[in-house]
C-alpha cells in the first residue's frame, strides 16, 4: 500500500517500525508523494550545500536511526545515507567517524564503489585532517608534532592500509567514477610507497581502461543517434532545420 507524507508520519508516531518498512513502497510511488524521511534527507544535502555540514550531517544521522539501519532496514536508503555521511565527516575531519559510516555501506550494491574509495581516503588521514581535495597529488598529512621516523611509518602504513579497499575497485564497472578514481589512486598510493614498478603497471591499466570507457561511451552515443535518427526517418518525426523535404512521401506515410 502506497502511503501520503502525512500518513507516513503519523504511521512514524504510531508504530515507527512498520513505517520503515513502508518506505520502499513509498520509493515506488508517484515522485509527488514523498515521505518525511525523505524530505528530511533532502533537507540535509541541503545543509550541507549550504556550508551547514555539522547541522546537515546531524540531520543524516538521526534520519539513519529513525529508518532503523543498524537494524537491517531500507537498505537502498541507508547506504545512501551513510555514504554521504562518510564524506562529510571526512571532509570535517573526522576520519574516524567517516571510516564507521563507511563501514554501514552495504556490499554488494549500488553504493559500494563510492564507500571503498571514501574508507580508504579515511584511513589516510589518521590525524582527523581531511582526504585531498581534487586529484590526490600530494602525500597524506600527518601530525606535524610527530618525529620524522614517526611520520614516515604512519604514512606507510596509512597508504598499505587504503589499497586495501582501493584494489578491491580494480575489475568493476569502469563506468563508475570511483572505480575510475580508485584506478589512479592505486598507483598513487604505490608511488608513495617507493613502488615505482608496480605503480606505472596500474598507470598504464588505467590508462587503458579509460581509454577503453571513453570508447565504449563514444561508440554508444553514435549508435544511440544512429538509431534515433534512424527512427525519425521512419516515423516521419524530424527535427526542426532538418530537410523534411527530402523524405519520400511512401515513407513519410
Known sequence: ???????????????????????PAMADAEPSIESAAYALYNQ???????????????????????????GGHALLQCDRIHTVLGYGRLKQGEADAAITAFRRVDSPGPYASSALLGFGWAVLAPTGLAMPAGSASQPP?????????????????????????????????PTDAAVDEGAIAVPWALQHLGLDGQAQDFY??????????????????????????????????????????????????
Open 44 to 70: 540535509a544535502v541541503g545543509l550541507i550545500s549550504q556550508e551547514r555540514a555539522a547541522e546537515g550531517l546531524t540531520h543524516l544521522e538521526q534520519l539513519a536511526k529513525e529508518l532503523d539501519c543498524d
Open 1 to 23: 500500500q502506497v502511503l501520503a507524507a502525512s500518513e507516513w508520519q503519523q504511521l512514524q508516531q504510531d508504530n515507527p517500525r512498520l513505517a520503515n518498512s513502508a518506505l
Open 141 to 173: 598529512p600527518v601530525a606535524a608534532s610527530q618525529t620524522p621516523e614517526q611520520q614516515a611509518r604512519l604514512r606507510r602504513q596509512a597508504l598499505e592500509a587504503a589499497l586495501v579497499p582501493w584494489t578491491e575497485l580494480i575489475g568493476r564497472d
Open 204 to 253: 598504464n591499466r588505467a590508462i587503458e581502461s579509460l581509454s577503453r570507457t571513453l570508447r565504449r561511451v563514444g561508440n554508444a552515443q553514435d549508435e544511440a543517434r544512429s538509431q534515433r535518427s534512424s527512427a525519425q526517418w521512419q516515423t516521419g518525426d524530424v527535427p526542426l532545420g532538418s530537410h523534411a523535404w527530402e523524405i519520400p512521401e511512401q515513407l513519410a506515410d
